[in-house]
């Protein structure tokens, strides 16, 4: 046959110039499809000599080639796959957005055969990428089983396409790229590596190049290298590893091969804390290999930092930190999933049919949640490692992830004023541990144990003998206001709202109510900073406390956002009195005695203040409040010095 020259049949140049300028974010992606379209063709011979043993010509010694020659700007990928006659390359190369492999498969489906090859090239345009980086592709192919019939197609990416016959002497395909001036780096031996290494690392096929290299004279292999120079000589060397652990079952897989591979992916140099391995039939088919690391890293918080999983489609790099594979709460886990058949669009990097990775999402979710219940039933002590690092990650997800709330308030570890310091406890165990009159489950946010411990909001939950969960961690704040229950017990926060605790105290405060009266009003009219002025149920030694409203901004959460430079409008408090308490009660007597007396005005001033420092805000005029102090300290000494 003569050569002969035809338009492609999608003939609109402009669908070409899209796919070769556009479709791809970076030009390395060429040599992978390459590679990807060599190793189906060498799965589809093997798949084929199963009953046409004659296909292989004595030849079954897989492998593709790249032969790169500086001198005329080439880059070649060879393989002995299964090659292509005329009319399948006329029709598969000519026709933008046809797959051959596409094809294959289907074919196959329509023999209800269970067991052909997973092949990875169902995508119909990867071949195209080629002419990002190539004036001119040739390609040069001969079908297996068919020794006269070689074919070479030809073309500049410009809308058309040359073919002719040709002879070729061994089966398979040669594609030939003829090098834009300045994509010569892609004839580069590091270059190469580096691309193959990137993407195409687990291909099962050994990917194979010439390199010159230097080697021992015979006989001379164990002896130390002479002072000259050795013998150069070409060699052909395997650019990639092929070895996909995670396609490997768990029982074939050994502690050190894991460790191994998770401080190559993760850049860490500790081992994981826990390996989650597993594969998913079915519908939908996947594998999964995950590392829970031992420490957070010091970038987990950035801004703009990429989370996500490696994400590979029958051995081929896909992309990394796919975010679409594990919500941002788990951004700590680490590792890789291949999917035997998520479908992707014409260029392999932008996933299509969001609703398979939404799958895919929660069964990760699902393992990652199962596996952190398991070890903190099973394994307690190493939970609590776990949790000292990433705890507030899982805060952040019952935050965000409403599906599996419950799962993660199970996960939840607090302190608490029954627990020693530096140990736990579980919203479970806490309401395990409720008394029978006891109906919320009692916390406080501060700054750290020692502080809260000091609270004069603890007082009363003391004396009655209840359980107050201690949380510490600026996000507490920004959980808890979401988290409303559990297990059918509501969440109350102690230095908010009323209390409703001791029985008898409210009584004893409803009676008093009235006696004090009118100095509540009077000190309310006086303090400008707070809303309410009134007796409390929950001091029983202090003198006073500043409380929120039931669903307000706690004074922790107001600063921690003030600390992130967040605009806060300052909510006013309510100031709360011990009734009970003997300034309170002496404050009464000389309001009733002289409600005029400044004194009043000024002890009510110190009281505001120092419930302002009780719970860990600043006095505005801290000048003024040392004064006063110093003033009230003279008094003292004096009647003291007169007796």
Request: aromatic share 10%.
């Amino acid at each position: 046959m003569s050569k002969k020259t035809m338009e492609f049949k999608a003939e609109l140049k402009e669908l070409l110039h899209l796919i070769i300028n556009s479709l791809y974010s970076h030009k390395d992606i060429f040599l992978r499809e390459l590679i990807s379209n060599s190793a189906d063709a060498i799965d589809k011979i093997r798949f084929d000599s199963l009953t046409h043993n004659e296909l292989l010509e004595g030849d079954e010694e897989w492998k593709i080639k790249i032969i790169a020659d500086k001198e005329k700007a080439t880059l070649t990928i060879s393989d002995n796959g299964i090659g292509m006659l005329i009319d399948e390359i006329t029709d598969q190369l000519g026709t933008i957005a046809k797959s051959g492999t596409k094809n294959f498969v289907e074919s196959l489906k329509k023999t209800n055969s269970n067991d052909y090859p997973d092949l990875i090239g169902q995508f119909g345009v990867g071949f195209y990428a080629s002419f990002m980086v190539a004036d001119k592709v040739t390609v040069i192919s001969r079908r297996a089983g068919d020794r006269n019939n070689g074919v070479r197609w030809e073309s500049d990416g410009k809308g058309e396409f040359s073919v002719e016959q040709v002879e070729k002497d061994k089966r398979g395909t040669d594609v030939i790229l003829k090098l834009k001036d300045d994509c010569k780096n892609y004839l580069e031996e590091w270059e190469i590596r580096s691309i193959v290494k990137k993407y195409s690392d687990y291909v099962e096929h050994p990917v194979v190049m010439d390199v010159e290299r230097e080697v021992p004279k015979p006989g001379e292999e164990d002896k130390e290298p002479p002072k000259q120079k050795r013998e150069k000589k070409i060699v052909e060397e395997t650019l990639n590893d092929r070895k996909a652990i995670w396609l490997k079952s768990k029982n074939e897989v050994t502690e050190e091969e894991y460790h191994k591979f998770y401080k190559h992916i993760s850049r860490d140099w500790e081992d994981p804390l826990k390996v989650i391995h597993y594969n998913v039939e079915g519908r939908q088919e996947f594998k999964v290999l995950l590392y829970i690391p031992k420490k957070r890293s010091l970038d987990l918080f950035y801004k703009d930092l990429r989370n996500g999983l490696a994400l590979y489609v029958r051995r081929i790099f896909i992309m990394d930190n796919c975010e679409k594979l594990i919500p941002e709460y788990m951004r700590f886990i680490k590792g890789v999933v291949d999917s035997s058949d998520l479908p992707l669009n014409v260029s392999r990097e932008i996933l299509q049919q969001d609703y398979q990775l939404e799958n895919i999402k929660k069964n990760i979710t699902t393992k990652v949640l199962n596996t952190l219940k398991d070890m903190k039933e099973k394994e307690y002590d190493k939970y609590c490692d776990f949790y000292k690092e990433f705890g507030v990650m899982i805060k952040e997800g019952t935050h965000i992830d409403f599906e599996n709330k419950d799962k993660l308030q199970d996960l939840l570890l607090y302190e608490s004023t029954k627990t020693e310091n530096g140990k736990y406890t579980t919203f479970k165990d806490y309401v395990t541990n409720m008394p029978s009159d006891q109906k919320e489950i009692y916390y406080i946010i501060g700054d750290n144990r020692q502080h809260i411990e000091q609270s004069p909001y603890l007082e009363v939950f003391k004396e009655k003998g209840y359980e107050v969960l201690l949380m510490t961690d600026p996000i507490d704040g920004w959980v808890m206001s979401n988290m409303m229950e559990y297990n059918k017990k509501n969440f109350k926060a102690i230095d908010k709202g009323d209390v409703d605790v001791d029985k008898k105290a409210k009584k004893e405060k409803e009676k008093k109510e009235k006696e004090y009266k009118d100095l509540l009003e009077f000190m309310k009219n006086k303090l400008s900073n707070v809303k309410e002025v009134r007796l409390s149920t929950r001091l029983t030694d202090s003198a006073c406390c500043l409380v929120a409203d039931e669903y307000a901004m706690g004074a922790y959460m107001e600063r921690v956002m003030r600390s992130l430079n967040q605009e806060v409008s300052k909510t006013e408090r309510i100031l709360e009195l011990n009734p009970n308490h003997p300034l309170i009660e002496l404050m009464q007597k000389l309001f009733e005695k002289d409600k005029n007396n400044s004194n009043i005005v000024i002890y009510a001033e110190m009281l505001y203040e120092q419930a302002l420092l009780a719970e860990g805000s600043k006095i505005e005029n801290q000048l003024l409040f040392t004064k006063r102090l110093n003033e009230l300290m003279v008094k003292e000494c004096s009647s003291l010095v007169q007796e």
